[in-house]
């Protein structure tokens, strides 16, 4: 794996030498933050060694640098999934390269289905704690001691001071922004009336099918995650009707202006 790794480093760096801090993995239908991005670097994954292709509709898959304002960033427009066949350590492998590159900071969001009634599709929910119910985890296997520590801590998965900046950055802004639990499950089907009333019942505020293999695998490593969740729909049985994806992205493109404000505003205050 380390020279996969290697491998994959070592191209990017070619083209980008100076390598960001900050990381943004743009989700479903949140790529408008680019609209802003001063291009420098682009590069599709299938050019990046050992790199899986992206199959989801609303992921591109390119690694993309520039400059947001006058903070240099690194965006990824899409990411592998579980669900889309590939192994969990596929999964996380683009973090871990870029963690390699010299990304510190990781800026991940997804669109979930809220589970309480009184959500709204383009509610934005700042995740606090994540519950792992994908059955894998990208830290099965022999551990890397060079990545990380066998059995790491994941008491604060989701840094609190960064947690902090982004609640006090929306709320200078009139940007509602709730705060919960975000419960991943490995799909590609949608869940059941009863399995959201489960994951209700155990803390869950939002569902979805990512984030939290990069997490594990970021924390693994030692660096700094935040995450926000952009509830497009309401998760099944919470009100009468089916799901499709389709209205998952267009949800999540009616909230990019206002969520890609929110970014852009917390990467300056941030400033890493």
Same mark, same amino acid.
């Given at each position: 794996m380390m020279q996969k790794l290697e491998e994959a480093k070592h191209h990017i760096l070619r083209k980008c030498p100076d390598f960001p801090g900050m990381l943004i993995v743009l989700g479903s239908g949140l790529g408008s933050l680019l609209d802003d991005l001063k291009l420098e670097v682009e590069i599709p994954f299938n050019e990046i060694p050992h790199f899986k292709k992206a199959t989801v509709p609303g992921h591109s898959g390119r690694l993309v640098i520039g400059t947001l304002g006058k903070i240099r960033v690194s965006c990824l427009q899409g990411r592998l999934h579980y669900y889309e066949g590939y192994s969990m350590a596929e999964v996380v492998f683009p973090f871990r390269v870029l963690a390699l590159c010299g990304a510190e900071t990781f800026l991940l969001t997804n669109a979930a289905g809220g589970v309480h009634s009184d959500m709204n599709p383009g509610d934005l929910l700042l995740i606090k704690d994540h519950i792992n119910c994908m059955g894998d985890n990208p830290l099965i296997g022999a551990n890397e001691e060079t990545l990380g520590a066998r059995f790491p801590d994941m008491t604060q998965v989701y840094d609190s001071h960064l947690r902090e900046s982004m609640k006090k950055v929306a709320q200078e802004?009139?940007?509602?922004?709730?705060?919960? &639990?975000?419960?991943? *499950?490995?799909?590609?089907?949608?869940?059941?009336?009863?399995? *959201?009333? #489960?994951?209700? #019942?155990?803390? @869950?505020?939002?569902?979805?099918?990512?984030?939290?293999?990069?997490?594990? @695998?970021?924390?693994? #490593?030692?660096?700094?995650? &935040? @995450? *926000?969740?952009? *509830?497009?729909n309401l998760a099944s049985g919470v009100i009468p009707g089916t799901l499709d994806h389709a209205e998952v992205l267009e949800t999540a493109k009616k909230v990019q202006k206002s969520f890609a404000f929110l970014v852009k505003e917390f990467v300056h205050v941030v400033r890493t």
């Open positions: 802004n009139g940007i509602a922004l709730r705060e919960g &639990v975000y419960a991943g *499950v490995h799909g590609p089907s949608y869940e059941t009336p009863a399995e *959201v009333k #489960m994951l209700k #019942m155990v803390g @869950a505020d939002v569902i979805g099918m990512s984030t939290i293999p990069e997490a594990i @695998a970021l924390k693994h #490593m030692g660096k700094k995650v &935040v @995450a *926000v969740s952009c *509830v497009t």
